[in-house]
């Protein structure tokens, strides 16, 4: 009388959910499908991870910082070494690996394996998750978080970091959302940049949201964030992400832009009205009302209140989906023409939310002043 049911959860694989919520997640007998416990240990193989100190190190990173910060009680931790010789999906083993492109549904994978049947009772949940990875993509895992590298910022490498996040989700057990910036969503453009040039993979709040949802809030993360990204559209039950925009308020035209190995570059003029968009996002445990949110000029990528402040506004934070949205500025009269400058956001600049990690406060995009 047992049942076992198999989920390929792919990428470029939709679910057949009801999508009732901004995530989406799959229910059995009216339940959602889940794990029965709140921390995962998932063992990564020997033969991928055994003989590589910095795709163990990624691994980490990823696990015990990247994910493990999202709003929710669920965490992954990692298990010793798994020596098996093949992973065998269905083997009561919860496995990361990487393997050949053909035996991969996708650049990445999430194997699920969960019960769903009614026997004078309902038996159902997760009870097995085997993540692999293509051995044939080329992966950033190099743990120097180099924007240059991918292709976000214009490099050749996808990062591992958010796919993981991407597939460690699934597993948990989320599926695709197109509707908002998410990490469930095109993974490799759901980042943060931090002011020495790396970038920052993040569970983001949509997903948060969802793993709450499943598993309940951890009261103790506080974390507000912005991303110089924005959701632009969808493509096969992905949200499609690009660089936010700086517009000329006079017109609501799009300014002309390059891209640089340091994002979108606008060309604004001094004493321009512009409108500038980031994403805000709430990604920890708890709601935060009026929360002071500043705009500067800065000479480089940290954006700190020593810069210029030329702007500000009031935002309420709940966790609930990212908020893209556009903030009318001026440009100032007195800065230098030819020079490239740096128009930022700075969440929570007077420091009145107390938060887990300030790093991921600030986005900015580069501006270069034309005339
Ligand atoms: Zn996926």
Excluded at 58 to 68: D, K, M, Q, S
Excluded at 107 to 120: H, I, L, R, S
Excluded at 257 to 276: I, M
Aim: positive net charge; charged residues 20%; glycine residues 10%.
């Amino acid at each position: 009388m047992r049942i076992t049911t198999y989920g390929f959860v792919a990428l470029g694989l939709m679910m057949s959910t009801s999508w009732v919520h901004a995530y989406s997640y799959r229910t059995c007998g009216g339940s959602a499908q889940k794990f029965s416990r709140n921390t995962v240990t998932i063992a990564p193989s020997q033969a991928s991870f055994g003989s590589d100190d910095r795709l163990m190190a990624a691994l980490r990173y990823t696990i015990n910082i990247f994910f493990n910060r999202n709003a929710s009680n669920f965490d992954y931790r990692i298990g010793s070494i798994d020596r098996s010789r093949r992973i065998r999906h269905g083997d009561g083993k919860n496995q990361i690996y990487f393997a050949r492109r053909g035996d991969i549904c996708g650049p990445a994978c999430a194997y699920v394996q969960k019960d769903c049947y009614w026997f004078f009772g309902w038996e159902r949940g997760v009870k097995e998750i085997d993540v692999g990875f293509s051995s044939d993509t080329r992966w950033d895992f190099g743990n120097r978080f180099r924007r240059t590298n991918v292709s976000a910022w214009g490099g050749r490498f996808r990062p591992f970091y958010s796919a993981a996040l991407h597939e460690l989700a699934h597993s948990g057990y989320l599926g695709h959302e197109d509707r908002f910036y998410n990490v469930m969503g095109e993974d490799f453009t759901h980042l943060h940049a931090t002011v020495n040039g790396e970038y920052i993979p993040y569970v983001g709040e949509d997903t948060g949201r969802g793993l709450v949802y499943l598993y309940g809030r951890d009261n103790g993360q506080t974390d507000l964030a912005a991303s110089p990204f924005v959701r632009v559209g969808s493509n096969g039950g992905y949200s499609d992400h690009s660089w936010g925009q700086i517009r000329d308020a006079a017109n609501g035209r799009v300014v002309r832009w390059r891209n640089t190995a340091d994002g979108r570059r606008f060309e604004v003029a001094r004493g321009q009205r512009v409108n500038a968009t980031f994403t805000y996002e709430n990604v920890g445990g708890t709601n935060h009302r009026n929360v002071r949110v500043g705009f500067y000029i800065s000479n480089d990528m940290n954006i700190s209140t020593q810069d210029r402040r030329i702007g500000g506004r009031r935002m309420n934070m709940n966790l609930d989906t990212p908020w893209s949205t556009g903030t009318s500025l001026t440009i100032p009269n007195n800065l230098q023409v030819g020079r490239t400058y740096y128009l930022g956001v700075l969440v929570n600049d007077n420091y009145r939310v107390s938060e887990s990690w300030l790093h991921n406060n600030q986005a900015y995009h580069p501006i270069r002043i034309v005339r």
